[in-house]
């Protein structure tokens, strides 16, 4: 549909890990004749989010990667990016951003409740949480419980990691910080309604969403706060930090790394290159605390064999898990025998399955 009417612009944040890019991975899927505009920003100069998403949105994606879209000065880049997709060749109906999983939400609003390009409007935040991690993501965070009131829709992720009991007090809480009315869609694996979204009159307004005063005597109260603007931001503690390799990855090595890691290193993705014989898939991994799981999946055409990880920690000591990670590269992969990937083939959930508790 080319109208003439703004695009909304959704807003998908949630805490590490939550589960956002699962969502905007269903949302692509079962978008319908809908065209989706995405926006991933995320946190890590590798843009791994970006890649896991790029196979479903061709030229209708753009990635502000290498930081957080939250504290962009003045919004100018998003601005643009905006303007790049809202251009009518691209008939986008619905623009997503992706927001770092340290982003503070509010801000991103804030920005987009300003933007004067009469081509895009905000069209909601959707806050996503993680059913498994909620009483520890908010001991550890309190500023989840903000975020939470400040959404316009709250999905509910990962309920198949709980019980109903476990589930029933989660939404009870949720919808107790959530503001009064706000939606709470359950979701496993992210399999939300996509009219929730691409509907262009939806959820948000089920309940007044904060107005512009709101928006801006916020933004006075929040600016500047440690001089430079972030106090307060989840991520003002965390630690980011890429490697990088051509060589393949020894498994044994890789997932000795992978159990003893820190408690503090909170999430490690992206794609590894392991080249053992019989194995020589990409493997993406995703740990999220003592969650692990790995993927393995084509290589993209041409695409160059190597692995690409992200971490992100708090109080972490980057320089040894760097040094740890090139410890385990390997030169030869094509020695090693098929059985040295046992170890990383646990982690591999069988096709009826959806996630591997980490049991180490
Ligand atoms: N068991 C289970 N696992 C899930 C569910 N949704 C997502 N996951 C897994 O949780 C991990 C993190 O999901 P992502 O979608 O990458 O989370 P994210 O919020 O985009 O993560 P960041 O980009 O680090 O902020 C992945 O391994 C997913 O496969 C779910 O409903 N149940």
């Known amino acids: 549909m080319n109208s003439v009417q703004p695009i909304p612009v959704v807003v998908l944040s949630g805490f590490l890990g939550s589960g956002k890019t699962t969502v905007l991975n269903h949302l692509l899927a079962h978008r319908g004749g809908t065209r989706i505009g995405v926006v991933v920003n995320d946190f890590g100069s590798i843009e791994i989010d970006a890649m896991s998403v790029a196979g479903q949105v061709g030229d209708s994606m753009v990635s502000l990667g290498g930081g957080c879209l939250c504290c962009a000065v003045d919004g100018s880049e998003l601005d643009a990016y905006l303007e790049k997709l809202a251009a009518p060749v691209h008939r986008i109906d619905v623009i997503v951003i992706e ?205 160059p064999r190597r692995t690409q990880l992200v971490l992100i920690g708090k109080g972490i000591d980057a320089p040894g898990l760097l040094g740890e990670l090139e410890a385990c590269r390997e030169a030869d992969p094509g020695r090693a025998l098929p059985e040295s990937m046992w170890g990383v083939l646990r982690y591999v959930p069988r096709p009826a399955e959806t996630g591997v508790e980490d049991e180490s």
């Open 99 to 303: 927001a770092s999983g340290l982003a503070e939400p509010q801000e991103m609003v804030r920005m987009l409740v300003a933007n004067e390009n009469p081509a895009v409007r905000y069209g909601g935040l959707v806050q996503v949480v993680d059913a498994a991690e909620f009483d520890a993501t908010r001991a550890a965070h309190p500023e989840t419980d903000r975020h939470l009131a400040v959404a316009d829709l709250v999905v509910l992720n990962k309920t198949d990691r709980v019980d109903a009991a476990e589930r029933a007090r989660i939404e009870a809480e949720v919808t107790a910080l959530a503001a009064p009315g706000t939606p709470l869609v359950g979701a496993d694996h992210g399999r939300i309604d996509p009219e929730l979204l691409f509907d262009r009159r939806p959820w948000t307004e089920t309940r007044g969403q904060l107005s512009f005063e709101d928006l801006l005597t916020e933004a006075g109260e929040h600016a500047h706060e440690d001089g430079e603007g972030h106090a307060g931001h989840a991520h003002t503690a965390y630690e980011s930090l890429s490697f990088t390799t051509d060589q393949a990855l020894s498994p044994r090595r890789f997932l000795d790394f992978l159990d003893r890691r820190p408690a503090g290193l909170y999430r490690v993705k992206g794609f590894v290159w392991f080249g053992v014989p019989g194995h020589r898939e990409r493997y993406e991994v995703h740990a999220v605390g003592r969650f692990l799981r790995f993927d393995p999946g084509p290589w993209g055409q041409g695409e």
